[in-house]
């Protein structure tokens, strides 16, 4: 048991010190990305690319697929998120603290194959944060939160939104 924990934490050690050799954030940097979150009406995934205009400041779009089952309906959701981020705060080499602003458009579909059959062309916008953690020199993970306002009131104008990324450097 012991000699698991002394191996992982040398591996952990090992990749902290090899990462902090490669700065994470730098100019002209790009990720892709998968993410996996969940939204007031179910769960979503998503891919995302996002490139380094600076050392702290990344334009990104992001494509989604959210689907559920509020209110015993079905819900389901595609969408493009344009917009960036921005790394205030970095936490020493290898953590960063990321304020987040998309502008945000979905079509959204709702039924409960009886009475409800709802179409929406839907947009407004997200803002919130995220914690990103740079492993190594070429993957990245990160826990985000996002608040959504939309335009349309059909299925409500604020959504939240929290989810897990994992990115890799190209």
């Known amino acids: 048991m ?10 952990l050690l ?11 954030k730098v100019q002209d940097q790009q990720t ?13 995934a998503g891919m995302e690319y996002h490139y380094y205009t600076m050392d702290n400041l990344a334009l990104g779009a992001r494509l989604n697929y ?24 970095p936490i020493g080499d290898n953590f960063f603290i990321n304020v987040k602003l998309y502008g945000s458009i979905a ?9 409800i059959n709802k179409n929406v062309f839907n947009y407004g916008g997200k803002g919130g944060g995220s914690i990103e953690y740079y492993m190594n020199s070429g993957t990245v993970v990160e ?19 929290i989810g897990f990324t994992f990115k890799l450097i190209l």
């Open 2 to 11: 012991y000699k698991r924990i002394i191996t992982i934490s040398l591996s």
């Open 66 to 89: 959210d689907w559920g089952r509020p209110y015993q309906a079905y819900y389901k959701s595609f969408g493009i998120d344009l917009g960036g981020s921005y790394a205030p705060l």
């Open 143 to 161: 826990l985000y939160g996002l608040q959504g306002f939309f335009a349309k009131k059909d299925l409500g104008q604020k959504m939240y939104e």
């Open 32 to 44: 892709i990305g998968l993410t996996y979150f969940k939204t007031d009406l179910g769960l979503g």
């Open 14 to 24: 090992s990749l902290n010190a090899f990462s902090q050799l490669n700065l994470p």
């Open 107 to 115: 079509s959204q579909k709702i039924s409960d194959k009886a009475e």
